[in-house]
């Protein structure tokens, strides 16, 4: 018994030890899971955010590789979104060692890379989805581009997978505004419409539209008003929408929406006692304190076509890629330094007020790629890949022959017809450049665009195989400003005076209506019939340089070009009548000399018109004036009383109002900084010369007596500084800006200078696999 | 001599026993009950974290905040906010389908369906002032056509006892879209008996839809 209580006794306190010791145990256990479980959940939590951070920053690394080469891609894909082959890529963003930021040399398949402790890879293809031919002015089928990105960090593994809408505005956009874009266009007292047709309009910071009612903030006689047509949307990324008089406009259909003709009420009455941040502010663009943060309604029904900043269309661009069209450009296009002695390097005459250091001259390339009435002056060098790049200003007119991107560290001055060319071989109607033909009973003034057969032929130029192309894909790039030059109308209207002058001399040399017959009107095969008599031939044609000089104000004192002119015109009478080439050739000649002698003869010095070209005598102001008179332009020389309905332009002659053409998608990145008010107001000088009577011109049109038309696009960066420009006055002309359909499509597939922005539209964050990691 | 223990001995063993098991016992009552708030505890952060990044996930997968919801209001307004039934979380979220050749499309489709999703509160106790809140996740689906599928909308309770949740957008006039959505979460314990030790934690996050309009 003694043994057993012993036993006993011992057994208990064994017993209560180890329980207690179990008791304890457990405690311990239980708090050091339950904190352990904590630490790892927070641990494995901590190392998720990380891999998904790191994975979202290799989505932003491919979509910054997107946006400094169009054409990156590292696989092609299918439609249900499997990757396919490998592609051949290219990148352009390199290590930030203090950033811990590695990218993996390769030069095809998956991008790949280190972001501090963590890895990343990514796969981008675009979506093969067929292109939509209701959206005219985007291609589907490059629109959309996958990103899968995986990112790594220790044992977590997360995916992003997000589909892009790839946005390519200086393709899609009729007008883009990196500020506040401002259509207010036009002159007080009259009564001319300017038309913006397709496409969409864009300012990131707002958009301004109205009719001229102001001028310097005064109330003004009301002016040219503003006309929308065809439109896709208006959009306003961080900005509001300010309609300062009703606006007529049409809006095109979409998938899910018809089509929607409206006017837009006025939102906005500007406010001419306005708050500025200063005097200077106010001449500047700024937009007074009063509206300036507003956003202003907009009628519901018009809402998906309008789009202000509560719609979060937000669509800011970066710079276009200027260092890699230099590096192509000298490695397989045109390249021209700052020191450039070429014959294209000229001292570009400039109106007062516009150089930055007071100088009446820049430097400048002149290119000339020639047209159906001249030859230019630039030879594209074989295997051309597309790129002229020059650090001086370029002054640029006439076709390129492909397509081509120009661009310039400066200005580009548009300084004559740019890029629409005439199929003289295939058509007799484009024996001058492309016929600029309207709908019977329409005319420049009342009509939007062409006839329809003669759009046609812009939307041909992008079809595969295309044997004609009346323009290529033209990109136009300035670091500073693109400057429309009114300056000449030897330029400008080269194509419209040229059959005029042709028609008045077979007028001279024969009689006017076998000049109608044979000049005016599309008859190649006729006669030019001349005057029987030779003294009265010779005394026609000294009449003819009477009337319309080359050269000084007094036929008697004729001077040399015109003698030798007058000379060979007065031999012709020998020989007898002409058919229409050979009378087309003298005429040609003919008009060389008055060219020839708009311009200064300083060898190596464009844009000051000679002495005789400054006065209203010379004889293109009197061909162009005549030519206006012939189509019966009221008002003509005089901005009053005008009434587009009266103009006779026969779609079937070669009678074609003055017309400025320039078609191209135009990029330009300097600020805004000129005198320029806020508001439906007439002082706003936009990046224009010319038209006035100055040192670079003469007033040879008035605004409803020609027309600028831009079919393409306009981008307005506003990213980079530039001087500021004091004395810019210029006649503005009526505007048609017009879409060109041809834009998505032609020059595309490949190119990796595109302009683009990047929004993504669908996104999607899961967990990956260490296998599918290493497998990617 | 005699080595068994007296009554006496026993006594005061089995009275020091009890008092040691009562301590132990007690010890492990306060670690229990200890352990059992901070469980408590850290389920209510739980759950604010778990709602949380359920609804940035959601925001941060769709395409469009729809304007108004929530309203934008100005930064001195934030304090004065409160829950209501008015105040919505709404927004959309699209799916493409980029195997269907626009071509092919009728006319009103489009390549894309959307779901209308929209996060809202209701008072559990609609008599009660001091009612906790209910957080509900409503979801509209659109057909190809932009036509809403009411039949196949659905509602499901993301979460109850909520002592404060509410949604709001700040003005600022240098962002598109209103910017961020903001949204203020507030839980607090509802089983502990005394009020004043209530656990309570709030959190205010923000967060950025990632798409947009597709059109």
Redesign the interface.
Known sequence: M?GN?MKSRHGSAII?AIG?GT?MLF?IV??YT?SSY?TQTIIQESRRVKALAIAEAGLELALAELTKNSAFATHKLT???TWLATENREHMMQDLSGHGLKINAATSGTYSGKIGDGTFRVRVGV????????TTTID?SHS?VRIESLGRYDTAIRRVD??I?RRYPAREFLMYDGKVLSMVYGLPGLTNTNVFSTGHLYGHEGIEIGRIMLSAHNPTSLGTTQELNDMN?IIS??GGIFIYSPIKAQFRA???LPAKTATIPTNTVFPTGGTFSSPEARKSGEMPAEIA?TTPALPDELK?WI?D??????MPLSDPPFAKYKSDAKAGGLFFGASDSSNKSIKYHMPTGWTEDGSTKLNAVFLDFGSNLRQGNVSLPNNFNGVVYSEKHIVVKGNPPKDIHIVSDGNVFMAGDFNQAGNATASFADYYGMAQDYKPGENAMTAMDYADHIKERFIEDAEPGATFRHHVAATVVAQERIVYDYRSPVDCFENEIYPFMKYKLASAMGSEANAKDNCLDRNRNGTINFKSGSTEFEEAIDQFFTDYPIEGTDAANSTPTEDTLKQKLKDLHTDGNLNFDDFDNVCREVWKGYADNYEIAASGERGAPSTFAQSGSYGVYKLLSGLRDKMGVPGNGNAQNFNPNVIDDDPDDFLYYPELTTNAMFISCGERDTIFYAGPDVVKYYNKIGCVNNNVGRRHSETNHFVHRVFGSEINLRTHDVHRIDASYYIPPTRRKIYDPSLPHMGLTGNKYELTAH???????TAASEEEYNGF | MRRGVTVVELMIGLIIMSILFTALFQAFSTSRRTATEIIANHSINDDLDRTLLRITDDIRESNVIVPGYPATIERMEVSTLSTSKENKLKFEKYLYDYTKDPTSLAAGEVNYTKNEITYYLEPEDDQDPDSTWTLQRSMLPYNNKKQPENSLATVFTIMRGIRECVFYRLNDANTSGGGNVYIRLKLTRTDAEDESKKYSNEITISVKERGANPE
């Open positions: 003694k209580n209560t207690m008791v405690i239980a708090i339950f904590r439609k249900d979104f979506i093969p989805y067929a292109d939509d031919p209701e589907e959309y997000a589909v809408n949307a990324g961080a979409r998938r899910g943060s998906p789009k900043r509560n719609e979060k269309m937000s929004i993504v539209i669908s996104w999607k964050d």
